[in-house]
C-alpha cells in the first residue's frame, strides 16, 4: 500500500476563521481522501500557529495572557474542521510542549553546526507579515505584501545561513521540476532565487516579544515565528508511523497559498537541507479566492463567514464549490450567484435528476430492485466509457491535484447518463408490453444506475455525506452492481436552490 502524508499550513490564531482557511484545509481534506480512494494510507495535518507578535498584540488589546488567548482561538478552528467535514489525523498546536522541544532540539543542532550567528541588525519589519523586508522590497515605504506601515528596528539578533544554501536550493529546483506546483510558481521562486540570498534573521530579543519559543542557547531571545511554524510539518508526525511502520516524513504534499511561497520554497527547504533532513515532495502553491473582485486578504476583516453557506446549504454542497470553482493555482471569485448557478446546473439538474430518474422508475417498475441487465449493446458501452474515462483521468490527475478538471470530468459521466437516458426514453419502454422493451429497460435502468454508482463513489472526497447517501439509495457497495441489489430510502438529494425573486 502506498503512503501518503500532507499538510495544511498552521492558522495564525489572531483571526476567527474565514474562507481562505476553510478553502486550503478542504482542498487538503479532499486531496486525501482521493489518495485513500486509490488504495494509499493517506494522513493529513493541520493546526494552529500560536507564537509570535500578532498574537502578543492580540493579547495585550484583549488585557489576557497570551496562553489565554491562543486556548480561545484555536478552538475556533479546532470547532470549525468538524462541521466542514474534514477527516484530519492530527491536530498541532506549536504551543505544544513536544513542539517547543523539537524545535529547540533543531536548533541547537545548528548552532552547534555553526549554521547560526549572532549580530547587529537593522532593517524594515512588518508585524503584519511577521518579518524584515529590504529597502528595495518596500512598496511606497510600507509592507508589499499587506500594504501596512514597517517599522524600523535596530537590535542583536540570530541568523541562519541561508545564503549558503541558495544555489544548491537553485539546483534542487531545476532538477526536480515537479517539486513546487503549478510551475508558474517556480517560475516565480526561481526568479526571487536570482538575488543573492539574505541569511535568514531566526531570533526575537525576549525585551521586545516574548511570546515564543526560547533559544536554547541565549535565553535573552526566542525564536522567529515563521522558524518554529514551519517545523511543525516534521514535529507533529515525530512518533507516528504509516501502517507499513515507515516515518510520515518526507510529506508528499504541503498545501500552502500563494502569499507563503517563500517562507515554505525557499526558507523552510534551506533549513532543511542544513538540518540533513529529507525535503518534502511536493509543495503545491493554491491562488486567493477574491470577493466582488478584491482581494480578501487575511486581516482586513472582510472575510465571508463560511458557515453561513454551510449553515444554509449544507457542508457537501459548500465543498463542491470551493472545488468545482477553484481551478487550482488560480484566484477565483466567490460569488453568492455563481454559487447559486454552480450547484442548481451541476448538482441538482445534472446529478440530482439523472439519479431521481433512475431511481423513481427502478422503484416503480422493478419493485424497487436492481434490475439484471438484459443485452449490453453499443448504447451502454459508449455510456460505459465516460466512467472509465473518468475513473482514469482522476486516477492520472491527482498527483498534479487538477480537482476542477477531475469534477468536470465526472460530471461529463453523468451528463452522458442524461443524454443516454433522453434517447433510449425508458419511461417510453415502461409503457410497452414487448419483451424486447421490457429487456432493454432493465439494461437501461442498470446500466443508468451503474454509471451513478461510478460517478457517486469518484465524487466521495468531494461530498462524503451526498455520496454516501446517493449510494446507499442505489444499494450499491464497493463494487461493480449486479442486479439484484434493493434501492435504499429515496430522497431528494440535491435540492434546487430557490431564489425569491
Ligand atoms: N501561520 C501562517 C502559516 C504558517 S505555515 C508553517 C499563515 N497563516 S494564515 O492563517 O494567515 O493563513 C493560512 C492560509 O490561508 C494561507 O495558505 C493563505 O494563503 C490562506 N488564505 C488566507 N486568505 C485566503 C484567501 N482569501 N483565499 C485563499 N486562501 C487564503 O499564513
Not at 209 to 217: C, M, Q, R, V
Not at 249 to 261: N, R, Y
Request: charged share 25%; with cysteine.
Amino acid at each position: 500500500m502506498p503512503n501518503f502524508y500532507a499538510t495544511t499550513p498552521i492558522y495564525y490564531v489572531n483571526d476567527r476563521p474565514h474562507i481562505g482557511h476553510a478553502y486550503t484545509t478542504v482542498l487538503t481534506d479532499v486531496l486525501t481522501r482521493y489518495h485513500k480512494l486509490f488504495g494509499y494510507d493517506a494522513f493529513f495535518m493541520t493546526g494552529v500557529d500560536e507564537h509570535g507578535q500578532k498574537v502578543q498584540k492580540a493579547a495585550l488589546a484583549k488585557g489576557i495572557s497570551p496562553q489565554e488567548h491562543v486556548d480561545e482561538y484555536s478552538e475556533h478552528f479546532r470547532n470549525l474542521w468538524p462541521k466542514l467535514n474534514i477527516d484530519y489525523g492530527y491536530f498541532i498546536r506549536t504551543t505544544d510542549d513536544h513542539h517547543k522541544k523539537f524545535v529547540q532540539n533543531s536548533l541547537q543542532y545548528l548552532f552547534d553546526k555553526g549554521e547560526i550567528y549572532s549580530k547587529e541588525y537593522s532593517g524594515w519589519y512588518s508585524v503584519g507579515e511577521e518579518r524584515f523586508f529590504e529597502e528595495s522590497e518596500l512598496i511606497d515605504g510600507k509592507d508589499p505584501i499587506s500594504g501596512r506601515a514597517v517599522e524600523w528596528v535596530e537590535e542583536k539578533n540570530y541568523f541562519f545561513k541561508m545564503s549558503s544554501y541558495q544555489q544548491k536550493l537553485i539546483d534542487y529546483i531545476n532538477e526536480n521540476p515537479n517539486w513546487i506546483l503549478p510551475d508558474f510558481r517556480k517560475n516565480e521562486v526561481l526568479g526571487f532565487l536570482k538575488k543573492p540570498l539574505n541569511d535568514l534573521c531566526i531570533s526575537r530579543p525576549k525585551s521586545r516579544l516574548s511570546w515564543g519559543i526560547p533559544l536554547p542557547f541565549d535565553e535573552d531571545f526566542v525564536t522567529y515565528v515563521w522558524v518554529d511554524a514551519l517545523e511543525n510539518y516534521i514535529s507533529g508526525v515525530q512518533d507516528k508511523k504509516h501502517k507499513d511502520g515507515s516515518p510520515l516524513w518526507p510529506a508528499s504534499f504541503h498545501i500552502i497559498g500563494k502569499d507563503i511561497l517563500t517562507t515554505h520554497c525557499v526558507y523552510w527547504p534551506t533549513i532543511i537541507m542544513a538540518m540533513d533532513w529529507e525535503l518534502p515532495k511536493h509543495i503545491l502553491a493554491h491562488g486567493w479566492w477574491l470577493i466582488d473582485g478584491s482581494k480578501m486578504s487575511k486581516t482586513s476583516g472582510t472575510g465571508v463567514n463560511p458557515m453561513d453557506y454551510v449553515d444554509t446549504y449544507g457542508v457537501d454542497v459548500f465543498r463542491y464549490y470551493l472545488i468545482r470553482e477553484m481551478v487550482v493555482g488560480l484566484d477565483a471569485t466567490f460569488g453568492h450567484d455563481s454559487f447559486v448557478r454552480r450547484i442548481n446546473s451541476d448538482l441538482a439538474n445534472d446529478l440530482g435528476n439523472g439519479l431521481n430518474r433512475i431511481y423513481k422508475l427502478i422503484l416503480t417498475h422493478f419493485a424497487g430492485k436492481i434490475p439484471v441487465p438484459a443485452e449490453i449493446g453499443e448504447q451502454e458501452k459508449e455510456l460505459e466509457k465516460y466512467s472509465q474515462k473518468a475513473m482514469q483521468f482522476a486516477k492520472e490527475n491527482i498527483g498534479e491535484v487538477k480537482l476542477s478538471l477531475i469534477v468536470e470530468e465526472i460530471l461529463n459521466s453523468v451528463r452522458a447518463l442524461n443524454r443516454y437516458l433522453e434517447i433510449t426514453a425508458p419511461w417510453k419502454l415502461a409503457k410497452s408490453t414487448e419483451q424486447k422493451d421490457k429487456d432493454k429497460l432493465a439494461t437501461v435502468l442498470y446500466t443508468g444506475a451503474e454509471t451513478l454508482r461510478v460517478a457517486l463513489s469518484l465524487l466521495s472526497p468531494v461530498m462524503p455525506q451526498k455520496a454516501q447517501q446517493g449510494l446507499l439509495m442505489l444499494g450499491a457497495s464497493d463494487t461493480a452492481l449486479k442486479g439484484g441489489e434493493l434501492l435504499g430510502k429515496g430522497e431528494a438529494l440535491f435540492p434546487r436552490i430557490q431564489e425569491e425573486k
